[in-house]
Nanobody
Framework: QVQLVESGGGLVQAGGSLRLSCAAS????????MGWHRQAPGKQRESVAF???????NYADSVKGRFTISRDSAKNTMYLQMNSLKPEDTAVYYC????????WGRGTQVTVSS
């Protein structure tokens, strides 16, 4: 089992920045892929950024150049640095880690005011 806890969400004005964190605990050795997703009200959950099993990164077109995914293996923590935030970035952000099983955090709310 892997437990994921997100933090760092909040209310920010358009153009501002936030850094989300996802702390993992448990059977971390089983993880070979991880990423961030978001779900806005009335919309489906979508992938925002992720690491592939080979370690490369991938971003949704809507966040390229503004968001950066990173990780600190020593701290078992993944991050999402979000710059130049827009109102359309408002959503609940979830971290996801997977090996044979997919694990999700409970999410952290990000609200961007215009």
């Amino acid at each position: 089992q892997v437990q994921l806890v997100e933090s760092g969400g909040g209310l920010v004005q358009a153009g501002g920045s936030l850094r989300l964190s996802c702390a993992a605990s448990g059977s971390i050795f089983s993880i070979n892929a991880m990423g961030w997703h978001r779900q806005a009200p009335g919309k489906q959950r979508e992938s925002v950024a992720f690491f592939t099993s080979g370690g490369s990164t991938n971003y949704a077109d809507s966040v390229k150049g503004r968001f950066t995914i990173s990780r600190d293996s020593a701290k078992n923590t993944m991050y999402l640095q979000m710059n130049s935030l827009k109102p359309e970035d408002t959503a609940v952000y979830y971290c996801r880690m997977s090996g044979r099983t997919m694990y999700w955090g409970r999410g952290t709310q990000v609200t961007v005011s215009s």
